[in-house]
């Protein structure tokens, strides 16, 4: 059975986004403001359009939000990832083998739920990205102070047509001053299938955060449906303070400066749930048990290998193949839609700031073996106190729960002299999710630390520079 969805486009996405983008009610819709012939025509024109018409659309902000293309497209949908297809998993409590599934794809194990990044695509061609899902959820940031705007445009489950489930985008731990974009459920709004909402974010706090889909979320988040998110500081280009002129936060002093940066999102897999949500089961959650721990989306080794087709510049464009499907890394077919590396490439005497958020459900232990990690920032917030007394500290070991991040920045040590990069472990010491239980994989990748300026300078986050 072919579980590759038909590409479908014919949806009303644009009756949808006229309908729900402002909360006030309907207003001009991109396609009508253009129409109009833009703000002048609008204005000249108002008397005839109707109060309505007129409160809304001749404050300037209200016609910029109509006539402005969101930062970040986003789908929701679901798909296939790779894990280690050996040892197989038998679940007592389901009583058939889960891992690996019997219906993945060729190359596949495991069923997942999960965003896709559609930016560039127009509203009808993104409906081609169903069960075309990435895990982790794409990678994308902000700057302090920046109107930002993700659009979700809900397009549905191939694998379960019968699950007709809404999505959201929740911005964990971004204050919102009201929930109408704050993606939970009950107290404010979910996208229904087939229709599309753009999110609007006044990025005020720097810092490392999380996002992740809010409806039935034990179920969504630990389906995949969850990523990394960041605001770099207003502080950010300021070349005074630290030459490269790139902060973590608005430290006044350059403490926070760094070379390079690496996101380093953690997730699980629980083998149970994502098999019983492929055949039309219920998982029992209570018997919840990471079979899989995932740095950015994926297992040791699969960790070291290259990305596929990752958002390169703020535009947060993809590149995608003649199938819509991501490009993925040589040589491995099966990672398409786990395209991020994390993988950590440096130059001997570098600082390099790595953000790590945990959306699995259980404690993680990252431990950078041999190097000193500076902690600057937990929870998006500078480690500082109230009279400005620095509160970061060094360690080799962060430990966090689900929902939480960390920012921390290390000095590349010299490197040995010897051929190649020096190669420095960074893991989750929770032994069982370092190893998966299975001799292998998990929560582990390596920092490679090349001789000083071997490695040109780094273009967008997580950049190799291979
Ligand atoms: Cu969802």
């Known amino acids: ?47 005839g ?51 690996p599934d019997s219906y993945a794809p060729d190359g596949r194990t ?12 127009a509203d009808d061609v993104q409906f081609n990205l169903k069960n075309k899902a990435q ?49 939970e459920p009950t107290g404010s709004i979910s996208i229904p299938q087939g229709q599309t909402f753009t999110y609007v974010y006044n990025s005020h706090d720097p810092g490392t955060y999380m996002y992740h889909c809010h409806v039935e979320d034990t179920e969504h988040v630990h389906m995949g449906m969850t990523g990394l ?11 005074s303070l630290y030459p490269s002129g ?39 959650w209570s018997d919840y048990r990471a079979d899989f721990s995932l740095l950015n989306g994926r297992v040791y080794p699969d960790t070291l290998q290259p990305h596929g087709s990752i958002a390169q510049d703020d535009t947060f464009v993809v590149q995608r193949d003649g199938s819509w499907d991501l490009l993925a890394p040589a040589g491995r077919p099966d990672l398409a ?6 993988l950590v490439t440096c130059n001997a005497g570098e600082r390099v700031l790595l953000r790590f958020a945990n959306l699995g459900f259980l404690e993680a232990a990252m431990t950078l073996a041999g190097i000193k990690l500076h902690v600057v920032g937990r929870d998006a917030t500078l480690l500082r106190g109230r009279t400005g007394f620095d509160t970061g500290y060094e360690t080799n070991t962060i430990s966090f729960g689900a929902g939480e991040s960390f920012d921390a920045i290390f000095t590349a040590p010299a490197h040995s002299g010897g ?43 997580n950049d190799l520079r291979l």
């Open 1 to 47: 059975m072919n579980r590759r969805s038909e590409p479908t486009t014919k949806h009303s996405v644009a009756e949808g986004e006229r309908a729900m983008t402002d909360p006030r009610g309907p207003l001009l819709s991109r396609r009508q403001l253009l129409k109009y012939g833009g703000l002048t025509a609008v204005a000249v024109g108002a008397a």
């Open 49 to 99: 359009l109707g109060p309505r018409l007129v409160g809304s659309v001749l404050q300037p902000a209200r016609a910029a939000a109509a006539d402005r293309p969101p930062d970040l497209k986003l789908v929701g949908t679901d798909g296939w990832i790779s894990l280690p297809p050996s040892p197989s998993i038998f679940s007592q409590s389901l009583g058939v083998t889960v891992h």
């Open 110 to 121: 495991t069923y997942i739920f999960g965003f896709a990044n559609a930016s560039g695509l």
């Open 135 to 183: 895990h982790s959820a794409p990678l994308f940031w902000a700057r302090e102070g920046q109107d930002f705007r993700v659009q979700l445009t809900n397009v549905g489950l191939a694998q379960r047509p019968d699950l007709f489930d809404e999505h959201t985008v929740h911005w964990h731990g971004f204050k919102n001053v009201i929930p109408f974009f704050d993606g």
């Open 229 to 239: 998110v960041f605001v770099r500081p207003a502080q950010d280009g300021n070349t």
């Open 246 to 284: 790139k902060y973590a936060y608005n430290d006044g002093d350059g403490s926070t400066g760094f070379d390079r940066e690496f996101a380093m999102f953690l997730s699980e897999v629980w083998a149970d749930s994502h098999w019983a949500d492929a055949h039309i089961q219920l998982p029992e």
């Open 337 to 342: 839609n786990q395209p991020l590396s994390a």
């Open 419 to 461: 051929s190649g990069p020096d190669t420095y472990v960074l893991y989750n010491r929770a032994y069982a999710r370092g190893d998966n239980l299975a001799g292998g994989g998990g929560q582990r990748t390596e920092v490679h630390v090349y001789p000083a300026g071997a490695l040109p300078a780094q273009r967008f986050p």
